[in-house]
C-alpha cells in the first residue's frame, strides 16, 4: 500500500508564494507519473502539473509561466512550487501517483488566494 502527504499550502495574497510537497512512502517498486491536480468549489478537478512516466513534465495552460514541479526520485517526493497567485487558483490540491499500477491520491490541502 502506498501513501501519499502532502504538506504546504494555506492562505496567501494575490501575487504571493505557496510550495506544496508530496512525500510517497510504502512499499515503491514503480512510478508511472507523479503531480498535482485541483479541484475548485463547483469545478471539476483538473491537472495542474506532473511528471509523466518517462520523466517530461506537463503543465496546464494556467500553470505555465508561474509554477514549477520538481522532484526528488530517492525519497518519491514532488514539489510544486508557485508563483504569481491569482484568487483563481484557489482550490483544494490534491497530490496524485501512479505506483505499482495503482492509481494514488493524497488527502488534499487547501490553497486560498485573496485579491
Known amino acids: 500500500q502506498v501513501q501519499l502527504v502532502e504538506s504546504g499550502g494555506g492562505s496567501v495574497q494575490a501575487g504571493g508564494s505557496l510550495r506544496l510537497s508530496c512525500a510517497a512512502s510504502?512499499?515503491?517498486?514503480?512510478?508511472?507519473?507523479m503531480g498535482w491536480y485541483r479541484q475548485a468549489p463547483g469545478k471539476q478537478r483538473e491537472l495542474v502539473a506532473r511528471?509523466?512516466?518517462?520523466?517530461?513534465?506537463y503543465y496546464s495552460d494556467s500553470a505555465k509561466g508561474r509554477f514549477t514541479i520538481s522532484r526528488d526520485q530517492a525519497s518519491n517526493t514532488v514539489v510544486l512550487q508557485m508563483t504569481s497567485l491569482k484568487p483563481e487558483d484557489t482550490a483544494v490540491y490534491y497530490c496524485?501517483?501512479?505506483?505499482?499500477?495503482?492509481?494514488?491520491w493524497g488527502q488534499g490541502t487547501q490553497v486560498t488566494v485573496s485579491s
Open positions: 510504502g512499499s515503491i517498486f514503480s512510478t508511472n507519473g
Open positions: 511528471f509523466t512516466n518517462v520523466g517530461t513534465t
Open positions: 496524485n501517483a501512479g505506483m505499482n499500477g495503482e492509481n494514488y
